[in-house]
């Protein structure tokens, strides 16, 4: 389970104001707020999108013994079967050069 402590902490990291972070995560500012105040007092679906929101934002979740935490990845592996996986990349067609000949 995410803390209070955690979702601000990686607000933080993101620079994310608690109104961006609702918006990402699709659930209501006041949610977010009582998530971030009073985590026993919130739906769980509430905590889960707030989780998943952060996570595919490059957050990772630290807890162990009684320590907690968060850490931002950098460079993020892609999921798969993310839409970035499956979508094959194409360019568009050079535009001919002043010649008339495609480069």
Do not use: C, Y
Request: no cysteine.
């Amino acid at each position: 389970m995410i803390t209070s402590r955690q979702v601000r902490a990686a607000r933080a990291l993101l620079g994310w104001t608690q109104e961006m972070l609702a918006d990402k995560a699709l659930v209501a500012l006041t949610a977010l707020k009582r998530l971030e105040s009073d985590p026993l007092k919130v739906r769980e679906e509430t905590r889960h999108q707030v989780h998943r929101t952060l996570r595919a934002a490059g957050i990772a979740f630290v807890s162990r013994d009684d320590e907690e935490g968060v850490i931002r990845r950098r460079n993020r592996p892609a999921r798969a079967g993310s839409p970035k996986d499956s979508a094959p990349k194409s360019h568009p067609p050079k535009p001919p050069s002043r010649t008339g000949r495609a480069q």
